[in-house]
């Protein structure tokens, strides 16, 4: 009788701890809690960026432009997506860190690195991992090249410099220009290289050639005297806009006021912290997107972005909008699935991208070479009393 009350015990024991194993398993909270939120049968799209730091205004705009796309087309109910961002600080090493941690999570597809220099390191990734990127940002040549599988939804560094060196020309802007440029900057450097070239081919002549790099990019005074000095009606900065608020603020306070050309690092200026926006009042540039557009499907994006973030979205936040679009296209029209490799995943997203055309908010007919170089028509702007106008 004893045997079977013991029997009967060890019975009772074992189911409660098989119940109370079961029962803290389905408590156990998931990782990862800066993804996205979507179903089991999502694609894993990841991207590194600057959250924090000095570029930090341009990885979180992708960030949140990507999130507010993502929940838009899981909302819909058809390719849905898992969102993750990782924090590169805008620095390679950590960039590469933020990547493995990203394919780690097990990342299908990729929004590459925000900025330059993190997405050349981390293309090189991309590429002998087969996994395809398409980055909202980083402009350099050198993020594509000999590189099948990364794309980039932004223009090229040397695109910016010969567009913009035209389009002084045609809108007879100025005969003499100054240029002041970052020389340890891939980007900076890029578009100087190809702006140079442009000028010379279209008679414009650069009176003034000055850089700076980091270390010496507080004062800017011996780059404003030589421009001043030299008579420049018009400035060309083809450098993101921290540095350019402080060449705006130092030549004013010099008197000098010459006409400000920029490119599209200087979006951004207006939303900086503590920057005095009337200094950047007549400051023109190229981009393709103007948060001010009437166009039904901008303004709900701008309303969206403004209402979530409490601030108005620059050309990058609508790149990265863009960028998920793209792959939501790209992946319905290849017939792609979420437990297809990222191997295989990479091969569909080459074909769809060298062979689709997309429409989006920073374009219209946008198209991809081989080399992974998106085609798209910049538009001049020109910050008056605050905002962004068109000059086209």
């Known amino acids: 009788m004893k045997k079977v009350v013991c029997m009967v015990l060890a019975a009772v024991m074992l189911m409660a701890c098989l119940a109370g194993c079961g029962s803290t398993a389905a408590e156990t909270p998931s990782s990862g809690d800066n993804s996205s939120t979507a179903s089991a049968s999502a694609f894993k799209i990841g991207g590194t960026a600057p959250l924090t730091g000095g570029a930090a205004i341009y990885g979180n705009a992708v960030k949140n432009a990507a999130q507010i796309a993502v929940d838009e087309i899981n909302a819909k109910g058809g390719i849905q997506f898992e969102l993750r961002f990782e924090d590169d600080q805008n620095d390679t090493e950590k960039a590469v860190n933020a990547y493995n941690t990203l394919k780690d999570w097990g990342m299908q597809i990729s929004l590459g690195s925000t900025t ?3 997405c050349e390191v981390t293309s090189g990734e991309t590429f002998v991992d087969r996994i395809f990127a398409l980055t909202p940002s980083a402009s350099s040549v050198a993020t594509t090249d000999g590189k099948d599988n990364q794309f980039q939804m932004c223009f090229t560094d040397p695109n910016q410099g010969s567009a913009s060196a035209q389009y002084i020309a045609d809108k007879a802007l100025a005969s003499k220009v100054a240029v002041i440029w970052k020389n340890d900057d891939v980007y900076s450097k890029g578009i100087y290289e190809t702006f140079k070239a442009a000028c010379d081919k279209l008679n414009i002549e650069i009176v003034s050639d000055t850089t700076f790099a980091d270390g010496n990019d507080t004062d800017f005074s011996v780059q404003i005297a030589d421009a001043q000095t030299n008579g420049a009606e018009l400035v060309f900065l083809p450098i993101y806009y921290q540095p350019a608020s402080l060449i705006l603020a130092q030549a004013a306070a010099a008197g000098y006021e010459p006409k400000w050309f920029g490119v599209d690092g200087m979006d951004g200026i207006l939303t900086m912290k503590g920057f005095d926006t009337s200094l950047a009042e007549g400051v023109m540039l190229l981009t393709p997107f103007n948060a ?4 039904e499907r901008t303004a709900a994006f701008v309303k969206k972005y403004q209402d979530m973030y409490g601030e108005v979205p620059n050309q990058f936040a609508a790149d990265a909008y863009d960028c998920v679009y793209a792959y939501a296209q790209a ?8 437990d297809m490799s990222a191997e295989e995943l990479c091969a569909k997203m080459i074909e769809q991208f060298t062979s689709m055309t997309f429409d989006g908010l920073t374009g219209t007919g946008m198209t991809w070479n081989t080399e ?7 538009n001049g702007m020109v910050i008056q009393n605050g905002a962004y106008v068109g000059m086209d």
Do not use: F
């Not at 001010?292 to 166009?295: A, N, R």
């Not at 992946?331 to 979420?338: K, Q």
């Open 372 to 378: 992974g170089q998106v085609t798209k028509s910049p």
């Open 331 to 338: 992946l319905e029209a290849a017939g792609a699935t979420p």
């Open 116 to 118: 330059s220099k993190p």
């Open 292 to 295: 001010d557009s009437t166009d």
